[in-house]
């Protein structure tokens, strides 16, 4: 008896984990299709389905394992390798729910571009006939100019401060170093480097950082991977250092030429006077001259 009371006590400090499963809603689209070819092992059809949570965006990131409805899912380790995972997240971030890409058609190029990413397969969109389709194309190439535009820029100087005007920049990311010091302008901030170098190094620290993102997974049906709000990554803002050409007045070489301005006129007409002609017309008033000088004092 005694035993079977010192278990129940123990028992009452004892805490079970529990987890919580929830429910992904699928909404499918009846007239596309995602099909993947994996080198040598054939294609595969994925269909499309809009996967949400309380109106949060999730993507399929396992295409070659189907999707069910109405499965439980529970947050598990994020099964992508880190640089995936982090090309995943920018694509996520630049895509459906950024800004104007708010239609459907740029949550499906949304999909489109994680699943690329994956580097494992090559995809394509046909319709419900097997065809290949034009759909969403447009926006798939808007989701990747929006991602190659809102890169890290390098920047060239030729004084010890950088005038950061990048709205991207600006919204995203604090500015911080050991040598410069950062003054806020009208157009943005000046960044003044103490030292002088030929590269400098500026940390940008993100504001919202996209780790970590939400990994649902489900043993029935394919995993996904969810939207965590604004990210960026912590990154190098790379300012190269230029001093200006100086330039031998005798000696003008094709590399400074080039770095130098010269206005060069095609054809100049100028009238020069003929010298044999008016050295003629000056020796005959001379002898005019000489002739009245002589008949005067005659």
Known sequence: MKKLIIFLVLLNFVSFKVVKADVLDLELNPNYNFTLTKKYLGTIKQKMYKITKDGKPYYNVQPDVSMFERKNYTKGNILLDFNTYQKMTKI????????????DAFYFATQYLLYEALNEYSVDIVNKNSDSSEFAKYEIEEVRKTIKENKIPNYIIYNNYLDITDKHLIDNFDFFNDDIKIKKIESGYRVEFLNEKDLYQVKLKAKNNCMPADYWIANESANVLGYNGMCEDDSILYVKREYPKIIDEM???????????FFIEDKIEVEMPSTAKYNFNWLIILLLLGNIFYVYKK
Request: hydrophobic content about 10%; cysteine-free; charged content about 15%.
């Open 92 to 103: 996520m971030y630049y895509g459906y729910g950024y800004q104007n890409h708010t239609t």
């Open 251 to 261: 000696k003008v070489t094709e590399e400074n030429y080039n770095n130098t301005e």
